[in-house]
C-alpha cells in the first residue's frame, strides 16, 4: 500500500451538496462548515467531494472553486447526472440512486446498502500495449485497429487472471475473516443472513481498476499516426522497446509529437471512447464468487509509481 498509494491511508470520504428527494439543491449549513473546516485544516483525509448538478448553490460552488485553487485537489467534484445514470444502469434504483456517495477517492455507492470493495484489483493497461505491440505470433498487424484487436485479447486474458485471484481472496475473507459489525450496519445482510464477505449486501460489487487509461489513449494515438500512417518500421519500434529507445532518441521525440489525450484532437477522442468501452464491457463480464458482479473502474491516482 504505501509503494502504490503513497502511504497508507483510510480512504475514507464526506460527500456535500447533490440533491434532495425533490430534486432541490442540498446545500445546507453543515455544507458551508464541512468546506470552512477543511479550508484551514487541509488534512490529507477524510476526502471530500461535491456534487454538482444544474440546482446547485452557485455561491457554493464558487467557494468550492476558490479552496481547489488554494491547492490539495479537494474538494472533488462529481457530476450528478452521469453518476446517478451509471448507478441505475448498474440496477440500482433511482430514488436510492439519488442518494449516492463516494466511498473513498472516486467510487460511489449507496451509503448504508453498499458493499463495493471498490478498489479488488489494478490492472497496468499500459503494459497490456506493450506486450501487445511486442507480440510477434503471426503475421504483424496491418492497422492501428488490428493492434488493437491484440490488445483487447491480452486484456482479456489478464481480467480472468485477475478475477480468478481476487475471487481465492474473496473466499478466504468469507472462511477466515468475517465482519460481524460491518455486517450488522450494512443493508440485506440481516434479511439476508449474510455477511458481507458472503455476499449479504444489498449492492454487492467489486471493483477492477484500470490503471494508465490516457497513456494508452496516446500510445494507440501514437501508434496510429507513426507507424500506420507515416511509415514508421514497427520491427525497429519492437527493438526500441526491448532497449527502452538506447539509441533510439529521434523514434522516441517522434513518437512524442503524436496527438495526445485532452488536446481536443479529432483522432484521439475516438480511442478513449474505444477503450473505456471495452474495458467497462470486459470487466462486468466477469463473475464475482459471493454474487453480484465485478464493476470497472479508472484510477490513475498514484499507482503510476508502483506499476512504473
Given amino acids: 500500500a504505501t509503494e502504490?498509494?503513497?502511504?497508507?491511508?483510510?480512504?475514507?470520504?464526506?460527500?456535500?451538496?447533490?440533491?434532495?428527494?425533490?430534486?432541490?439543491?442540498?446545500?445546507?449549513?453543515?455544507?458551508?462548515?464541512?468546506?470552512?473546516?477543511?479550508?484551514?485544516v487541509r488534512l490529507r483525509q477524510p476526502n471530500l467531494h461535491v456534487r454538482v448538478c444544474e440546482t446547485t448553490d452557485p455561491a457554493f460552488l464558487a467557494r468550492c472553486a476558490e479552496v481547489v485553487k488554494r491547492g490539495g485537489g479537494m474538494p472533488a467534484f462529481l457530476?450528478?447526472?452521469?453518476?446517478?445514470?451509471?448507478?441505475?444502469?448498474?440496477?440500482?434504483?433511482?430514488?436510492e440512486?439519488?442518494?449516492?456517495?463516494?466511498?473513498?477517492?472516486?467510487?460511489?455507492g449507496v451509503p448504508g446498502r453498499s458493499f463495493p470493495a471498490a478498489g479488488a484489483a489494478f490492472v497496468n493497461l499500459p503494459q497490456l500495449v506493450r506486450d501487445a505491440v511486442l507480440e510477434d505470433d503471426g503475421p504483424a498487424p496491418r492497422s492501428a485497429d488490428e493492434l488493437f484487436e491484440?490488445?483487447?485479447?491480452?486484456?482479456?486474458?489478464?481480467?480472468?487472471?485477475?478475477?480468478?485471484?481476487?475471487?481465492?481472496?474473496?473466499?478466504?475473507?468469507?472462511?477466515?475473516?468475517?465482519?460481524?459489525?460491518?455486517?450488522?450496519?450494512v443493508g440485506g445482510c440481516i434479511a439476508s443472513g449474510r455477511d458481507v464477505t458472503r455476499g449479504g449486501a444489498a449492492y454487492n460489487r467489486?471493483?477492477?481498476?484500470?490503471?494508465?487509461?490516457?497513456?494508452?489513449?496516446?500510445?494507440?494515438?501514437?501508434?496510429?499516426r507513426c507507424v500506420f500512417e507515416d511509415g514508421v518500421d514497427l520491427p525497429r519500434l519492437r527493438r526500441a522497446l526491448?532497449?527502452?529507445?538506447?539509441?533510439?532518441?529521434?523514434?522516441?521525440?517522434?513518437?512524442?509529437?503524436?496527438?495526445?489525450?485532452?488536446?481536443?484532437?479529432?483522432?484521439?477522442?475516438?480511442?478513449?471512447?474505444?477503450?473505456?468501452?471495452?474495458?467497462?464491457?470486459?470487466?462486468?463480464r466477469l463473475p464475482l464468487n459471493r454474487g453480484g458482479r465485478?464493476?470497472?473502474?479508472?484510477?490513475?491516482?498514484?499507482?503510476?509509481?508502483?506499476?512504473?
Fill in 97 to 108: 440512486a439519488e442518494d449516492y456517495a463516494v466511498v473513498g477517492c472516486a467510487e460511489w
Fill in 242 to 284: 526491448e532497449t527502452d529507445f538506447e539509441g533510439e532518441e529521434p523514434l522516441a521525440a517522434t513518437l512524442r509529437r503524436a496527438p495526445r489525450y485532452g488536446e481536443d484532437e479529432d483522432t484521439v477522442g475516438p480511442w478513449a471512447a474505444r477503450l473505456s468501452a471495452l474495458w467497462r464491457d470486459e470487466v462486468r
Fill in 4 to 40: 502504490y498509494f503513497a502511504g497508507l491511508s483510510s480512504a475514507s470520504g464526506i460527500t456535500l451538496a447533490g440533491t434532495d428527494a425533490d430534486g432541490n439543491c442540498a446545500v445546507n449549513e453543515v455544507s458551508w462548515i464541512i468546506l470552512e473546516a477543511y479550508d484551514q
Fill in 150 to 185: 491484440r490488445f483487447a485479447a491480452q486484456l482479456r486474458t489478464r481480467l480472468e487472471e485477475v478475477a480468478e485471484g481476487n475471487n481465492a481472496i474473496e473466499t478466504a475473507h468469507a472462511a477466515h475473516r468475517p465482519t460481524p459489525l460491518m455486517s450488522a450496519l
Fill in 206 to 224: 467489486a471493483g477492477i481498476q484500470g490503471a494508465g487509461f490516457a497513456d494508452v489513449v496516446d500510445c494507440f494515438a501514437a501508434l496510429q
Fill in 79 to 95: 457530476n450528478d447526472d452521469q453518476v446517478r445514470a451509471a448507478l441505475r444502469d448498474d440496477g440500482v434504483p433511482a430514488d
Fill in 294 to 308: 465485478y464493476a470497472a473502474g479508472l484510477w490513475t491516482m498514484t499507482t503510476h509509481q508502483g506499476f512504473g
